[in-house]
């Protein structure tokens, strides 16, 4: 692997994505979308590193944006702004401004009330906003409940009785311009049929919409598909996946968000052994990486899988790795077998590069951890660590 060999030139913890293996899951989807008008709006929150964007958008991604910071992100990478979409359920009067001076593609509605909102700030403008509407189709995704987003408890989306009269609305208006119809029902999908099962009610609730007079172009299917963080997890086939897709909504412009799926398997995070521990029975691993890192075990008890570069069948157990936060929650994870490991021993986890360092924090006044990427056999570094002044620039200035 190529991280062995360079990892002990870099300060650790840090975080290393590979770049070749991000530019195949995007083809990937882009290969599975021939023959239809298709985008594919890679959905920032995922990683939102700027070379990182700036590399997409080469492979000609569109950017799925769910904050005025990610939208400028993509704006500054040189994204054109009619492949921008901006989404999330608490947008301001101020930031629906900002969109509509960017002149992006479509704005993705979740409430009536935004709606009207964002009717007043077009009118303000005198502009003619290019809105889709979140649907909540009230299908299941099987997945965590943090990442479920399709049900009717979800706060996310509108139901399809709301949903239509959102539209026949926006469509009377001089200001509003409803091209697009979107759902996301989840995230990290490795069973897509209710995926599929929501298209099906979406696209015939689009087909009555334009019945009535709309032109409703852009069929957005949103994110969710799922990878495989474990080694017995299987990945579903986007091919067949995107066929049924493509068969359903032919007579439209096919959107989707990945996020997850293009960056998690590329994605490594790099930590150091610090000690070993034992309390009675129990062993910890403590690592110079912490739940300040990467949250996702912490928060939804996610498991990655950990390796090292010892092979050590015989002196192997069971253990809690573990970081430096003053939290029992502190963990990268439980009970994974390993050798005996001693200090400056290095370990890797697997399937880090989604939501990853773009959820770290400064907990404990631990500082932000850089970020590295191979392109082309060649590590390039495409974020500095913070350091302890940039962290606490702020509060200096205010003093």
Known sequence: MLVQEIIKDIKTPFYLYDFDAIKERFLSIKNSLNGVSSNIFYAVKANSNLSLLKFLKELDSGFDCVSVNEIKRALLIGAKPYKIIFSGVAKSKEDLEFALQEKILYINIENQAELDLLEECAKNLNTVANISIRVNPNVDAKTHPYISTGLKENKFG????????????????????????????????????????????????????????????????????????????????????????KAMAKDYTICTEPGRYIVANAGYLVTKVLYEKINENKRFVIVDAAMSELIRPSLYNAKHEIICFKDDLANSSKADVVGGVCESGDFLAKDVVLPSLNSQDYLIVKSAGAYGYVMSSNYNSRTKIAEYAIINGKIKLINKAEDFMQMIKGEVECL
């Open 158 to 245: 509108v139901s399809l009785d709301v949903a239509r009269k959102m539209y026949l609305k926006a469509h009377k208006s001089e200001y509003l311009n409803p091209i697009a119809c979107h759902f996301h029902i989840g995230s990290n999908l490795l069973d897509l049929s209710p995926i599929i099962q929501s298209a099906k009610i979406i696209k015939d609730f689009v087909t009555s919409l334009n019945s009535a007079g709309l032109n409703i172009r852009f069929f957005d299917i949103g994110g969710g598909i799922g990878v495989s963080y474990l080694k017995d997890e299987i990945e579903p086939n986007i091919k067949d996946f995107f066929n049924q897709i």
